[in-house]
């Protein structure tokens, strides 16, 4: 139950910083730590595909992306980096406190099957089992989806600012 809690916490100052990093390079290395991290859990969890998923593709690939794409862009003068961080503050401090208060409510309440370590089922319970015993598992990975796509959108919405 610790090491949960510390993977948790680990996970959250990931997350942290890698929004509120200075320097893109320094945001993408926190969330490969991030799914790193997640991916850990995903395997403490005793569901090895989603975890191997999550190594290679969002730790891996994903990462490799956004490295290449780094290299493509303009660097900022320390003036747009220090206003960029100013910005970002001011946009985003309330997600620290967001983040741990969800995590205390999940622990306190300990929501039906967020616990539940999986087990091995057969190719006809896989449905049921997503749809009926894990949703919480496909909550995430939607959240996961759609801040990743809103990470896209932030990027490609301030280079178009740039041209």
């Known amino acids: 139950m610790i090491i949960d809690l510390i993977l948790l916490i680990l996970m959250t100052l990931f997350t942290m910083w890698a929004v509120m990093a200075k320097s893109l390079l320094k945001a993408v290395i926190g969330l490969a730590f991030t799914s790193a991290a997640l991916a850990i859990v995903m395997f403490k969890l005793n569901s090895p595909f989603a975890a191997v998923f999550e190594l290679s593709v969002c730790t891996g690939l994903i990462t490799a992306v956004f490295i290449s794409a780094i290299t493509f862009a303009k660097?900022?003068?320390?003036?747009?980096?220090?206003?960029?961080?100013?910005?970002?503050?001011?946009?985003?401090?309330?997600?620290?406190v967001l983040m741990i208060a969800v995590m205390a409510v999940l622990f306190i309440i300990r929501l039906p099957g967020f616990f539940r370590v999986a087990s091995v089922v057969t190719p006809g319970e896989v449905r049921d089992i997503l749809w009926n015993t894990r949703q919480l598992d496909l909550i995430g990975q939607v959240v996961v989806l759609l801040a990743g796509v809103f990470g896209v959108i932030m990027l490609f919405k301030g280079a178009s600012k740039d041209e």
């Open 75 to 96: 660097p900022l003068t320390s003036e747009e980096i220090n206003e960029t961080t100013r910005d970002r503050i001011k946009r985003y401090w309330p997600l620290p």
